[in-house]
């Protein structure tokens, strides 16, 4: 299957991007990060494809999906990974957190769909984004307010594309607490974030149930995805949640 993966350069995207490549699939790695990209093609294995991509440009989007298309030959499935969520409180957030935050999470999402809807049609492919119980299982968890917004957002999104293009599978993967592999497979969600904030809010989250006591491996994350590309011709699959079942007390 010639897949496409955004976000591959760490993290759930990298684990997605090689676990598929594993599987067998003919993989092309998006992200910004060339280093971190070219690393993970060594793991993916022979014949993966590496272009730069940057989700805030609509130049780099339609460039680099033209480019993977050309190298895998077509595009059977697209898997959009990049998200980010700064950690603040709504009234500290300003106009450019806004901004980048949706830049990354929902436009960006958009604009790849974009580039690669002409190459799906044609092969009656699917596209699959990963989303958050954040922005749909959960109410939006204090501090985390945009992106939980912005993850909202996505999963309309999602629908919208279904609406005006039938003939491509289109998956919302909504995400529980998960770890990335390790080193640079790891997560960088949470880098750069306020320790004195976090120390304030992580309670809330606790005392609410937001957070279910321990982390998902990714290999189920990425088997999950591997099920549902692999069926993605026959079956719809709008959306499914994939997180670990709750500890209980
Ligand atoms: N980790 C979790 O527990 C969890 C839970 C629920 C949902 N999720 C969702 O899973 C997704 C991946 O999260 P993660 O934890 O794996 O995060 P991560 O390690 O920070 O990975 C984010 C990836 O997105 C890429 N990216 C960010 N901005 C980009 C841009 N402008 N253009 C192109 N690529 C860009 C990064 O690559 P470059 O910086 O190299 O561009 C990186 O490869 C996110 O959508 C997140 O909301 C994660």
């Keep these: 299957m010639r897949t496409v993966v955004v976000g591959a350069s760490s993290g759930l995207g990298r684990c997605i991007g090689v676990g598929l490549a594993r599987r067998g699939g003919h993989v092309a790695l998006l992200a910004r990060r060339r280093e971190r990209l070219d690393d993970a093609a060594k793991d993916a294995g022979p014949g993966t494809l590496v272009v ?41 957030t300003d ?41 749909s ?3 939006p ?17 999602v629908d919208a594309w279904r609406g005006e293009h039938p ?26 974030w306020d320790l004195d904030l976090m120390a304030e809010v992580h309670p809330i989250w606790v005392s ?17 995805v591997h099920a549902v590309l692999d069926r993605g011709a026959t079956l719809s699959v709008p959306s499914i949640t994939v997180a670990p079942r709750p500890v209980s007390p």
């Design 95 to 135: 106009a450019e957190t806004w901004r980048s935050v949706f830049d990354t999470n929902v436009t960006g999402a958009a604009l790849v769909t974009a580039a690669a809807v002409p190459h799906l049609d044609e092969s009656g492919g699917c596209a699959v984004y990963l989303s958050s119980v954040s922005g």
């Design 137 to 139: 299982v959960t109410p």
């Design 52 to 92: 730069e991509c940057d989700v805030t440009d609509a130049a780099s989007c339609r460039a680099a999906i033209d480019e993977a298309a050309a190298g895998l030959g077509g595009i059977d499935a697209l898997v959009y990974t990049p998200g980010i969520g700064p950690l603040k409180k709504l009234v500290d």
């Design 141 to 157: 968890w204090p501090g985390l307010g945009a992106y939980a917004v912005s993850k909202a957002a996505l999963d309309k999104m």
């Design 167 to 192: 003939g491509i599978g289109f998956t919302r993967v909504v995400v529980g607490d998960c770890a990335g592999g390790e080193g640079d497979a790891m997560t960088g969600f949470p880098m750069g």
């Design 208 to 224: 609410r149930n937001y957070l279910s006591g321990t982390l998902m491996d990714v290999e189920h994350l990425v088997a999950m």
